[in-house]
């Protein structure tokens, strides 16, 4: 079992970056596939990014790609996104999961979910 939290969420303008962490608790994290997902008002959960449990394989839906990138510290039981380039559209409560799937982009397939952080891109 590992608990997760996310911070480093907030109010920027277009074009701004922000990077997001998630903290993870427990011997276990550096066998999870950690994901981050984010959900904008009266919109469903979306994935965002996945890596893999050492960190060599990553995805991204085709909304970000190319302009967030998730990294992870193991040894610091740590998950990033570095998020360049946001636009209003990024605007979303982000959310930090863990999962045994490799890879997994579907909100199911994550077992333990932080409680979210706030992100808001202004125009």
């Known amino acids: 079992q590992v608990q997760v939290a996310e911070s480093g969420g907030g109010l920027v303008q277009a074009g701004a970056s922000l990077r997001l962490s998630c903290a993870g608790s427990?011997?276990?994290?550096?066998?999870?596939?950690m994901g981050w997902f984010r959900q904008a008002p009266g919109k469903e959960r979306e994935f965002v990014a996945a890596i893999s449990w050492m960190g060599s394989s990553t995805r991204y839906a085709d909304s970000v790609k190319g302009r967030f990138t998730i990294s992870r510290d193991n040894a610091k039981n740590t998950v990033y996104l570095q998020m360049n380039s946001l636009k209003p559209e990024d605007t979303a409560v982000y959310y930090c999961?863990?999962?045994?799937?490799?890879?997994?982009?579907?909100?199911?397939?994550?077992?333990?979910w932080g409680q979210g952080t706030q992100v808001t891109v202004s125009s």
């Open positions: 427990g011997r276990t994290f550096s066998t999870y596939v």
């Open positions: 999961a863990a999962s045994t799937t490799p890879l997994a982009t579907s909100s199911y397939q994550y077992s333990y």
